[in-house]
């Protein structure tokens, strides 16, 4: 790769000492071989695995309590998942009362396995165990650093050594489930993607043999990203390897569990899953220490947003995002994928247009398939996925300030006011619009909008109509007879024409007010109308009875101000 700067590039360096951190090839060797995770394509969805109630919960600066765990723990079987981490009973005392509280009984439905996560201790193995006492599922997930550097800074232990500390904790667990059936194994290397792959295979291979894993009872082998140190690509590679070289590898759940350290998280489960994992450990939203775990809601949705079914309902991702808000007492940010409050939400007047023009697209082709809206299939631009298909309403859809357009302008007087405007008519009151929040600054409401059109159209100017009245003499001729003000003139005048509209033009010109009608429509709610008069031309609109003549006389009144 060069390191000429092109031409077309004018970025300096920076001065920052990025010669003090060493590229992950420096750091770690990852095998080459052939990859086959770039063609791959994910056609179901992994085995989703929560651990909000143990690595999320470990990250808040307050930690939940029994009641916020339960809390959690209902809504994250509500939703569906099957197997849950529900805590490190041996790190605290908290921790381990709400195992307790699980096995109480009740809690946990038929369906759902819950995961409790120990370091290589006998002791603390000890106290997990404890914990686990009367729950007929369990998973008993243990854990040591693997990596040289933590090898060396943290545990001061050779390879030799740590090899030893883990065969003895398995020992020891082996012993403690005893011929438990509910009882299954899981292992994690943790820092994973800094340990040498020899290493990693050695310690898995180790386990899988002396749990003696078996297709009916598997073994789940968990690779964290404890912390990220390269592009997802790494990591898929790292993943794909292990997958092709495990031993007994119909025997092994392959799992991972990345960090987000680089903000690319997502990316490293998605590829991880190409690569060859089967199951996925994260927290909703994304919470964890440092900059978080992998957010399972956002993985979920991808895939959904692909047609794969994510084997987890988030129909009403609102509501599981009040209750995750609550018991993290942390916010999901207002443009967190799928989940925040602006997300589908278009401010840009282009974003709009498209959007307006795309739902009601959606609309028509419903009705030609004679399906209800929410069966059809969906492509609205700027909307990756039906808002509806969440439990969202489309009220917040489009929204208007003063970088929105005249298509959302139009869109929420369309659908909160039942006002259509004419599509030439638009730019106009657009104009008008932006204008104000242009001024104020900020949000307009539908409920402004509204407000604003009444002022600019549905208002009186220098032309009054003190009284009218039109009939039809004879087929396809109208009379219209008025009282007039304009200026400081008041008479009696009339006209006729093809329509009331029309008529009430002859009527103006008898007042000496020539007008020509550029153009007129008429909904049913309100009416609409472009005029010349003098040399200057408006839109006018009215509603209400009298739609068609007040919006002629709103577009002569706007024209002479």
């Not at 909008?449 to 396809?476: D, N």
Request: hydrophobic content about 40%.
């Amino acid at each position: 790769m060069t390191t000429t700067t092109p031409v077309w590039n004018p970025q300096r360096p920076s001065g920052m000492p990025y010669h003090r951190y060493r590229p992950f090839q420096e750091r770690v060797h990852v095998p080459a071989g052939h990859r086959g995770w770039p063609s791959a394509r994910i056609e179901r969805a992994p085995l989703w695995v929560p651990v909000d109630l143990r690595d999320g919960n470990q990250a808040l600066a307050e930690p939940m309590d029994t009641p916020r765990k339960r809390r959690f723990f209902d809504l994250l079987t509500a939703v569906g998942f099957k197997e849950i981490e529900v805590g490190y009973p041996s790190a605290s005392r908290a921790d381990f009362d709400f195992v307790r509280h699980l096995a109480g009984g009740g809690a946990v439905p038929d369906d759902v396995t819950p995961v409790v996560f120990t370091p290589a201790r006998a002791d603390l193995i000890d106290r997990t165990f404890d914990a686990i006492e009367g729950l007929p599922r369990a998973v008993v997930h243990l854990y040591i650093a693997t990596s040289p550097v933590w090898r060396e800074v943290v545990l001061g232990r050779s390879r030799a050594e740590v090899r030893r500390t883990v065969r003895e904790a398995a020992e020891h667990m082996a012993r403690r489930a005893g011929d438990a059936p509910g009882i299954r194994f899981q292992f994690s290397p943790e820092t994973f993607n800094l340990t040498e792959p020899d290493f990693v295979l050695e310690l898995c291979d180790g386990l899988t043999r002396l749990w003696d894993a078996s297709p009916d009872r598997p073994v789940t082998h968990n690779l964290p990203a404890t912390v990220e140190i390269a592009t997802p690509n790494v990591y898929a590679d790292q993943i794909e390897y292990v997958h092709r070289n495990l031993s007994r590898r119909d025997s092994v759940i392959l799992s991972v569990h990345p960090h987000n350290d680089r903000g690319t998280g997502v990316a490293c489960a998605e590829l991880a899953v190409l690569a060859g994992a089967q199951r996925v450990e994260g927290c909703l939203f994304g919470n964890g220490e440092r900059t978080g775990n992998v957010d399972l809601v956002t993985l979920a949705l991808n895939l959904y947003a692909q047609g794969v079914d994510p084997m987890v309902d988030l129909g009403d991702l609102d509501a599981v995002r009040e209750t995750v808000e609550h018991c993290n007492r942390l916010p999901v940010h207002p443009r967190h994928p799928y989940a925040g409050d602006l997300v589908y939400t278009a401010f840009s007047g282009t974003h709009q247009d498209a959007i307006g023009k795309g739902l009601a697209r959606h609309a028509r082709r419903a009705a030609e398939l004679g399906v209800p809206e929410s069966a059809a299939p969906w492509a609205v631009p700027y909307l990756p996925i039906d808002p509806a298909d969440v439990g969202r309403s489309y009220e917040a859809v489009i929204r208007v300030n003063s970088q929105s357009g005249k298509g959302g302008v139009a869109y929420l007087l369309r659908t909160h006011h039942g006002i259509d405007l004419p599509p030439r008519m638009r730019p106009d009151f657009a104009r008008v619009v932006q204008a104000a929040t242009d001024d104020s600054g900020r949000e307009a409401t539908p409920k402004e909008l509204y407000e604003l059109f009444r002022a600019t159209y549905l208002t009186e100017g220098a032309v009054r109509l003190h009284a009218w009245s039109a009939h039809e003499p004879s087929p396809g001729v109208h009379r219209f007879v008025c009282t007039l003000e304009a200026g400081d003139r008041v008479g009696d005048y009339e006209g006729t024409g093809a329509g009331v509209p029309t008529a009430f033009v002859d009527a103006l010109a008898g007042a000496g007010v020539p007008v020509e009608v550029l153009d007129f429509t008429e909904d049913g709610t309100a009416a609409f109308a472009e005029c010349r008069v003098g040399g200057v031309t408006a839109w006018g609109a009215g509603t209400g009875p009298s739609a068609a003549v007040h919006a002629v006389l709103s577009a002569v009144n706007r024209a002479v101000r």
